[in-house]
């Protein structure tokens, strides 16, 4: 059985006028339309975007020692390292690939690696009609570093978004100090 109230909404189209009267408040507001290649939002900060290979300020040679942390913890499994054995027992990165396809862009490989060696840029304009294209070596992921990072956004980069940092690990001044033979120390 209906009940008197319902039968008046869905008579009287209730719901329909409360929605049209919605959109017709709105219609006067101005559109918030965006005209893109001229018009660019600006990027958020901590935006994760194309990959990059950092180079050592000293050699600016890839700081990368091919330890694969970075593809281990990879949960697409898109970062594909070769390496080879060089002098004194020390790895030489032949090849490193980064399918961008697969990736999902959730920073881990950047939290894993020792090195700080991979960063996410913020550049996100990197759409192409060919797979090849966003297949990136390590030759591009070196010219990513060179083009969107530097080394003065590269320090600003690892201090703000990735941690955990000594800092982080320091003890409060109201926090009791053992000494080692377990005793609290005034």
Same mark, same amino acid.
Request: proline residues 6%.
């Given at each position: 059985? /209906?009940?008197?109230?319902?039968?008046?909404?869905?008579?009287?189209?209730?719901?329909?006028?409360?929605?049209?009267?919605?959109?017709?408040?709105? /219609?006067?507001?101005?559109?918030?339309?965006?005209?893109?290649?001229?018009?660019?939002?600006?990027?958020?900060?901590?935006?994760?975007?194309?990959?990059?290979?950092?180079?050592?300020?000293?050699?600016?040679?890839?700081? =990368?020692?091919?330890?694969?942390?970075?593809?281990?913890? =990879?949960?697409?499994?898109?970062?594909?390292?070769?390496?080879?054995?060089?002098?004194?027992?020390?790895?030489?990165?032949?090849?490193?690939?980064?399918?961008? &396809?697969?990736?999902?862009?959730?920073? &881990?490989?950047?939290?894993?690696?020792?090195?700080?060696?991979?960063? &996410?840029?913020?550049?996100?304009?990197?759409?192409?009609?060919?797979?090849?294209?966003?297949?990136?070596?390590?030759?591009?992921?070196?010219?990513?570093?060179?083009?969107?990072?530097?080394?003065?956004?590269?320090?600003?980069?690892?201090?703000?978004?990735?941690?955990?940092?000594?800092?982080?690990?320091?003890?409060?001044?109201?926090?009791?100090?053992?000494?080692?033979?377990?005793?609290?120390?005034?």
């Amino acid at each position: 059985m /209906i009940k008197l109230r319902e039968l008046a909404r869905k008579i009287f189209f209730v719901d329909f006028l409360k929605g049209m009267s919605l959109t017709f408040g709105n /219609i006067s507001d101005k559109p918030v339309t965006r005209r893109y290649p001229e018009e660019k939002r600006p990027v958020p900060v901590g935006f994760r975007g194309l990959h990059a290979l950092t180079r050592n300020p000293a050699t600016g040679e890839a700081r =990368c020692v091919g330890c694969g942390l970075c593809a281990a913890i =990879c949960p697409s499994e898109c970062i594909h390292i070769y390496t080879s054995d060089g002098p004194e027992n020390t790895k030489i990165v032949d090849r490193y690939e980064i399918e961008v &396809l697969r990736c999902l862009y959730c920073g &881990l490989c950047v939290e894993a690696c020792p090195f700080s060696a991979v960063v &996410l840029t913020e550049h996100y304009e990197y759409a192409d009609v060919s797979r090849q294209a966003l297949y990136m070596n390590k030759e591009r992921l070196l010219r990513n570093f060179d083009s969107y990072m530097g080394n003065e956004r590269e320090g600003t980069y690892f201090k703000l978004f990735w941690h955990p940092r000594r800092s982080d690990f320091s003890a409060s001044p109201d926090q009791a100090k053992l000494g080692s033979s377990g005793k609290r120390i005034p």
